[in-house]
Nanobody, 122 residues
Framework: QVQLVESGGGLVQAGGSLRLSCTASGRTFSSSTMGWFRQAPGKEREFVARISWSGITTYYADSVKGRFTISRDNAKSTVYLQMNSLKPEDTAVYSC???????????????WGQGTQVTVSS
């Protein structure tokens, strides 16, 4: 059974930092793009960041560019999201996503984690 398990969420003051982790089990995604999405209360889920299988290519939503950094360690089957200079509008449930090898842009994620809550207080 494929599982993506996130950790690292919590409560932080504006301007603070958090590091999210997502560990995969049940199969390897070392050849697949992986990424992060988030959903705030009353809003639709939105894309945050993605990273290619090699870790060389990354892409970010404009709202987090320059503040968030995505990385991965294929040996540990883990993807990370370093979040700096957090703002109250970053408050959301953050979910990890993985996809099939051919879906380079993470357009249609096949696997999702359960999500981890990030709350940024002002």
């Amino acid at each position: 059974q494929v599982q993506l398990v996130e950790s690292g969420g919590g409560l932080v003051q504006a301007g603070g930092s958090l590091r999210l982790s997502c560990t995969a089990s049940g199969r390897t995604f070392s050849s697949s793009t992986m990424g992060w999405f988030r959903q705030a209360p009353g809003k639709e889920r939105e894309f945050v960041a993605r990273i290619s299988w090699s870790g060389i290519t990354t892409y970010y939503a404009d709202s987090v560019k320059g503040r968030f950094t995505i990385s991965r360690d294929n040996a540990k089957s883990t993807v990370y999201l370093q979040m700096n200079s957090l703002k109250p509008e970053d408050t959301a449930v953050y979910s990890c996503a993985a996809t099939r090898v051919s879906d380079y842009n993470l357009a249609d994620p096949q696997y999702w984690g359960q999500g981890t809550q990030v709350t940024v207080s002002s």
